[in-house]
């Protein structure tokens, strides 16, 4: 398995919603013991293709109409009869709303649910703070046996929906549903649970997630490469289980750490690598992500210097973690 790095970083034609929703059904044509389950808002995600999955796959497609509760009950209820279930709404939603079903009939019964949340963090954009979700990976990193993955781009997106066509747990998705900058070409393979290196370097590390922040660090890694400083990024898709091994081989070798997500600081992808400098190792630390706010209504770029998430910020922080070591 290995992956295969863009040298352009253009924004890709393909939507990652138009990436994912193509490789489900795929593999929904191909097993149908796959099922689909929407509420409400299938055509937002799935969008030329929903009419398609609903009309050729009657009996692996359920819209639950707009009871996300309910959806993941049904979704553990398939489960237990042998389905394997892909459930979607607003990441909004999917994390809180859903919770207590997707604790108790999911995690806890040993489900086999994945669970796309669409929109995650800024990229709500006009949806504004009440569907803007900063929370959804704190919540689900609390949740025994969740994984959690956070893909940057449709390459890897359609890698791993395919992948999730033919493993069994309880999945937690994060997808921006639009065009986003192109980090791999096509023929990649992903190794749920190991980070990517994307670019290597000695002073710092930036460590990114998602469709948004992924772009970001490797453009601040330029910046910074501007100024003399030498900055690796990792690509860690998955939040958890997390790439320890990657962590701190990081720490030992460039000795400064910056994490750069699309959500809140508390308990989100910069505590997960804090937890393991912690307690296996040790490294300067500082998080770009949002500082325990709530969000509010405006394009991608607003949201990005509104909440400090662009590459000057974490090009700032990278100068701040390394002069302390």
């Given at each position: 398995?290995?992956?295969?790095?863009?040298?352009?970083?253009?924004?890709?034609?393909?939507?990652?919603?138009?990436?994912?929703?193509?490789?489900?059904?795929?593999?929904?044509?191909?097993?149908?013991?796959?099922?689909?389950?929407?509420?409400?808002?299938?055509?937002?995600?799935?969008?030329?293709?929903?009419?398609?999955?609903?009309?050729?796959?009657?009996?692996?497609?359920?819209?639950?109409?707009?009871?996300?509760?309910?959806?993941?009950?049904?979704?553990?209820?398939?489960?237990?009869?042998?389905?394997?279930?892909?459930?979607?709404?607003?990441?909004?939603?999917?994390?809180?709303?859903?919770?207590?079903q997707v604790f108790i009939s999911g995690c806890y019964s040993g489900a086999n649910v994945r669970i796309i949340g669409s929109d995650p963090g800024i990229t709500a954009q006009f949806n504004g703070g009440t569907h803007m979700p900063f929370e959804d990976i704190s919540v689900y990193r609390a949740f025994p046996g969740m994984t959690i993955l956070d893909p940057c781009d449709s390459v890897m997106t359609a890698n791993l929906t395919s992948q999730l066509t033919k493993t069994k747990g309880m999945y937690y998705i994060r997808m921006f549903?639009?065009?986003?900058?192109?980090?791999?070409?096509?023929?990649?393979?992903?190794?749920?649970?190991?980070?990517?290196?994307?670019?290597?370097?000695?002073?710092?590390?930036?460590?990114?997630?998602?469709?948004?922040?992924?772009?970001?660090?490797?453009?601040?890694?330029?910046?910074?490469?501007?100024?003399?400083?030498?900055?690796?990024?990792?690509?860690?898709?998955?939040?958890?289980?997390?790439?320890?091994?990657?962590?701190?081989?990081?720490?030992?070798?460039?000795?400064?750490?910056?994490?750069?997500?699309?959500?809140?600081?508390?308990?989100?992808?910069?505590?997960?690598?804090?937890?393991?400098?912690?307690?296996?190792?040790?490294?300067?630390?500082?998080?770009?992500?949002?500082?325990?706010?709530?969000?509010?209504?405006?394009?991608?770029?607003?949201?990005?210097?509104?909440?400090?998430?662009?590459?000057?910020?974490?090009?700032?922080?990278?100068?701040?973690?390394?002069?302390?070591?």
């Amino acid at each position: 398995m290995s992956v295969i790095l863009s040298k352009t970083h253009e924004t890709e034609k393909v939507t990652i919603a138009s990436a994912y929703a193509s490789a489900l059904l795929a593999a929904m044509r191909e097993n149908p013991m796959i099922v689909d389950l929407e509420a409400d808002l299938g055509r937002s995600l799935l969008g030329g293709l929903y009419v398609e999955m609903r009309d050729s796959l009657p009996k692996q497609f359920v819209d639950c109409g707009i009871q996300e509760a309910n959806m993941m009950s049904v979704a553990a209820g398939l489960s237990a009869m042998g389905r394997t279930a892909f459930i979607h709404t607003f990441a909004s939603f999917a994390a809180r709303r859903i919770a207590d079903q997707v604790f108790i009939s999911g995690c806890y019964s040993g489900a086999n649910v994945r669970i796309i949340g669409s929109d995650p963090g800024i990229t709500a954009q006009f949806n504004g703070g009440t569907h803007m979700p900063f929370e959804d990976i704190s919540v689900y990193r609390a949740f025994p046996g969740m994984t959690i993955l956070d893909p940057c781009d449709s390459v890897m997106t359609a890698n791993l929906t395919s992948q999730l066509t033919k493993t069994k747990g309880m999945y937690y998705i994060r997808m921006f549903r639009k065009n986003a900058v192109k980090i791999y070409e096509e023929g990649s393979d992903f190794v749920i649970g190991k980070a990517n290196v994307l670019r290597a370097g000695n002073d710092v590390t930036l460590i990114a997630s998602g469709a948004v922040m992924v772009a970001e660090a490797l453009k601040a890694a330029e910046l910074l490469q501007a100024s003399g400083v030498s900055a690796r990024v990792l690509d860690m898709f998955t939040i958890k289980p997390l790439d320890a091994e990657a962590v701190l081989c990081a720490a030992r070798e460039t000795g400064a750490i910056v994490t750069a997500e699309n959500h809140n600081v508390i308990n989100g992808l910069g505590s997960a690598v804090a937890d393991v400098l912690a307690t296996k190792g040790y490294a300067p630390l500082e998080k770009i992500g949002v500082q325990d706010q709530f969000g509010e209504v405006g394009p991608l770029d607003y949201l990005k210097e509104r909440f400090a998430l662009r590459a000057e910020d974490i090009a700032q922080a990278a100068l701040r973690a390394i002069a302390r070591k």
